[in-house]
């Protein structure tokens, strides 16, 4: 017990120090600002992954893909929707031009080039898509506070509680037990938006919003095991003390962000 405690505080410091940059960002530059932190962090996160790519002897082109992360979210603050479709397709094309023009390239080198870039960039750019919807920078507060409810949630009460694991082959530390702790603490977080914040969507859409969130972030973070485990690597990198790499923190926010956004469109925010 004593050492999970000791962890947990490893990763709530790492946490709050990502978490200052991400409020701050969001609180004094508002979208352009969140645009900015997720340019940054998508970029991080994606080298982790191309590295762990190549370790399955694949050769994904890191520039096309890297430049697509980058522009990804500034794309999405400029222009919405259809500047983030945009940077989108000239990925795709760029990625199949420098499939026809180099031999050595298989086809799976490009199918990694392209999915590595919507994988991270185009999924976490749905936050900035968030912050330009009517009240979008307390949404995406809420969001962010959400996916923060669901790990501290689940990992206080699976560990001390966790008996029935939820994926033994791909994550055996995760729990039946957590995974309700977690959605209890996402929607708690959606439903204290909702009246604090007096947003325009009704309860039960809040509740569905915490739901669809919660289990968002387990299947975002079992994606990112699944990927470590075929990569044989325990971690995606080492720049975050408590949490590995950047991928690793930020896993549950990749399927976070695009879920929480569609779900709001459905709730009628526009």
């Given at each position: 017990?004593?050492s999970?405690?000791?962890?947990?505080?490893?990763?709530?410091?790492?946490?709050?120090?990502?978490?200052?940059?991400?409020?701050?960002?969001l609180?004094?530059?508002?979208v352009?600002?969140?645009a900015?932190?997720?340019?940054?962090?998508?970029v991080?996160?994606?080298?982790?992954?191309f590295?762990?790519?190549?370790?399955e002897?694949?050769?994904?082109?890191?520039?096309i893909a890297?430049?697509?992360?980058?522009?990804?979210?500034?794309?999405?603050?400029?222009?919405?929707?259809t500047?983030?479709?945009?940077?989108?397709?000239?990925?795709?094309?760029?990625?199949?031009?420098?499939?026809?023009m180099?031999?050595?390239?298989?086809?799976?080198?490009?199918?990694v080039?392209?999915?590595?870039?919507?994988?991270?960039?185009?999924?976490?750019?749905h936050?900035v898509l968030?912050?330009?919807?009517?009240d979008?920078?307390?949404l995406?507060?809420?969001?962010?506070?959400?996916?923060?409810?669901?790990?501290?949630?689940?990992?206080?009460?699976?560990?001390?509680?966790?008996?029935?694991r939820?994926?033994?082959?791909?994550s055996?530390?995760?729990?039946?037990?957590?995974?309700v702790?977690?959605?209890?603490?996402?929607?708690?977080?959606?439903?204290?938006?909702?009246?604090?914040?007096?947003?325009?969507?009704?309860?039960?859409?809040?509740?569905?919003?915490?739901?669809?969130?919660?289990?968002?972030?387990?299947?975002?973070?079992?994606?990112?095991s699944?990927?470590?485990?075929?990569?044989?690597?325990?971690?995606?990198?080492?720049?975050?003390?408590g949490?590995g790499?950047?991928?690793?923190?930020?896993?549950?926010?990749i399927?976070?962000?695009?879920?929480?956004?569609?779900?709001?469109i459905?709730?009628?925010?526009?």
């Open positions: 017990m004593a999970s405690l000791k962890d947990f505080g490893v990763r709530a410091t790492s946490a709050l120090i990502l978490g200052i940059v991400v409020l701050g960002a609180f004094f530059a508002g352009w600002g969140i900015v932190v997720v340019a940054v962090v998508a991080l996160a994606s080298v982790e992954f590295m762990m790519s190549r370790r002897r694949r050769m994904p082109h890191e520039m890297l430049v697509a992360v980058a522009v990804m979210p500034l794309a999405a603050a400029g222009f919405g929707p500047g983030l479709t945009a940077v989108v397709a000239a990925l795709t094309i760029s990625a199949f031009f420098w499939h026809v180099i031999r050595q390239i298989r086809l799976m080198d490009t199918a080039t392209v999915f590595g870039a919507v994988y991270i960039g185009f999924t976490l750019s936050l968030i912050c330009r919807l009517e979008g920078v307390y995406a507060l809420a969001t962010i506070f959400s996916v923060w409810a669901n790990d501290i949630f689940a990992y206080l009460v699976g560990s001390a509680l966790g008996k029935h939820l994926a033994p082959t791909i055996p530390k995760k729990s039946w037990e957590g995974l702790a977690g959605t209890v603490g996402t929607a708690g977080i959606w439903l204290l938006a909702g009246s604090v914040l007096d947003l325009p969507i009704s309860l039960g859409a809040l509740i569905g919003i915490g739901f669809v969130a919660s289990l968002a972030a387990v299947i975002g973070d079992l994606a990112e699944r990927i470590k485990r075929e990569a044989h690597v325990k971690d995606s990198g080492t720049l975050l003390p949490h790499g950047f991928l690793d923190r930020f896993d549950s926010f399927m976070v962000a695009i879920v929480t956004y569609y779900a709001l459905l709730a009628g925010v526009q």
